[in-house]
């Protein structure tokens, strides 16, 4: 299978559904990528995957980025500069807890869809949305290769 296949069509339009919510009240902006293999540490092909899809290049540097190996099972939160300097410590963790129950009940669209609206109401309290705000990075999943 495709690792584009891994969501059905109303899955993606779940998870899409979920960053636009997300994104309506803050500045932030959250991106989904996803692939079949993560060869090493999931950080670093999470870092790899945030430099590639440009979201350091946002200018409060407040891009997360939810990565997912769906072949090896890995999954990651990565985000910028800016938001990591205003939550918690643990927050990410705090998240992928919350997404691995849904993940283990093979439910990955309804992890990832609750993940992003956590995240999403942190950036909105540290980055909330101004009227001239514009969406720097698209909303859509970007998917790796298999």
Known sequence: MAVADFFSEAEKKQITGAIKTAELNTSGEIRVHVEGRCRGDVLDCAAYWFGKLKMHQTEARNGVLFYLAVS???FAILGDAGINAKVPEDF???????????FKEGRFADGLSEGILLA????????????DDVNELPDEISFGKK
């Open 120 to 131: 999403g109401e942190q950036l909105k309290a540290h980055f909330p949305y101004q009227s």
């Open 92 to 102: 990410w963790d705090t998240i992928k807890e919350q997404m691995l129950i849904r």
């Open 72 to 74: 090896d099972r890995k």
